[in-house]
């Protein structure tokens, strides 16, 4: 027999009840309200993009808003990534991404690989038998970073957004740069395009795709060289900013004769060796551009 004693006076009435679980329920729907607003608020990431000016070369940087970067090459050895990483305080890559092995892009790799902690690691996969990458894959293997080939069509995902992959199909032994792997990002409604250092043939294939080929913003192929930048590329591109990176001092680089047909395509021209650092910012709605000199435009 339970020994346990009930008091009547402390046992709530039908009315309380339900008072409390209609005041819970209220309390439910507002709460649920509230959540879905900042989900709502949450879920259109933006990003930073940033051309770090090391002179001949590429070392781009993207950072989302909600913390997540990604490196896409490095430049020369000490040419300047990691002192602009370390400037502002970037400890740690999600993504670091070579887009082909020509020392202007993998040089600086083994100094960031070193000194940064980093996710993942993504190639193309082409080996050659240059000091420079064999220095990069000594140091692969010693911080045992994990490693990713990628082809076209395969999606990278980097956060809330996807880096799609639109080059290589297969990484040829007899080319390098048309081996670089090119990056397709959409932000909201802005639409990013690096192309690494690609030429022509690749420009074709990609005209070949049936894809969907106008962006905002085209990170212009080989340093402004012109041996990439067709004008049936640009026309399908149709880029309204065109951002490069390239020396003063590495002849051919940039080609005037490209930015002329970057400026005919209907682009706003932007290059470090006369920009500086140039920073790219996005809500996914619209888009800022803040450059290291404080210059607009490119004066030729
Ligand atoms: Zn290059």
Redesign the pocket.
């Known amino acids: 027999m339970s020994t346990s004693i009930r008091n009547p006076e402390s046992q709530p009435d039908h009315f309380t009840v339900r008072l409390i679980l209609t005041f819970f329920s209220l309390a439910a729907i507002l709460l649920s309200i509230f959540a879905w607003n900042t989900i709502g608020q949450s879920t259109q990431p933006g990003l930073e993009m940033v051309l770090i000016n090391i002179n001949h070369?590429?070392s781009i940087l993207l950072r989302s808003t909600k913390g997540e970067t990604a490196l896409i090459d490095a430049g020369y050895p000490d040419a300047g990534t990691l002192k602009y990483l370390n400037e502002h305080t970037v400890k740690h890559l999600d993504l670091l991404i070579v887009t082909h092995h020509?020392e202007?892009?993998i040089g600086g790799i083994p100094e960031v690989l070193r000194a940064l902690e980093v996710d993942t690691y993504i190639e193309n996969g082409q080996v050659i038998d240059t000091d420079y990458f064999h220095e990069l894959d000594k140091t692969l293997q010693e911080t045992g970073v994990r490693r990713k080939t990628v082809r076209t069509g395969d999606r990278i995902p980097f956060g809330e957004l996807t880096l799609e992959v639109w080059n290589p199909s297969r990484a040829r032994p007899d080319v390098v740069n048309n081996n670089s792997i090119v990056l397709f990002l959409q932000v909201g409604k802005v639409r990013f395009l690096l192309t690494g250092?690609i030429e022509t043939p690749i420009e074709e294939r990609l005209i070949n795709s049936n894809r969907d080929l106008r962006v905002d913003i085209l990170k212009v192929a080989?340093?402004a060289g012109n041996t990439s930048s067709s004008p049936a590329f640009l026309e399908a591109v149709k880029p309204k900013i065109a951002v490069y990176s390239a020396s003063n001092n590495f002849p051919g680089f940039p080609n005037e004769d490209t930015i002329d047909l970057l400026r005919i395509a209907g682009a706003k021209v932007y290059g470090t060796n006369f920009n500086g650092t140039i920073t790219i910012n996005t809500d996914g709605k619209t888009y800022s551009i803040s450059t290291e000199t404080g210059q607009p435009l490119l004066p030729y």
Do not use: A, K, S
Request: no cysteine; aromatic share 0%; proline share 0%.
């Open positions: 070369g590429d020509d202007d892009h250092d080989h340093h």
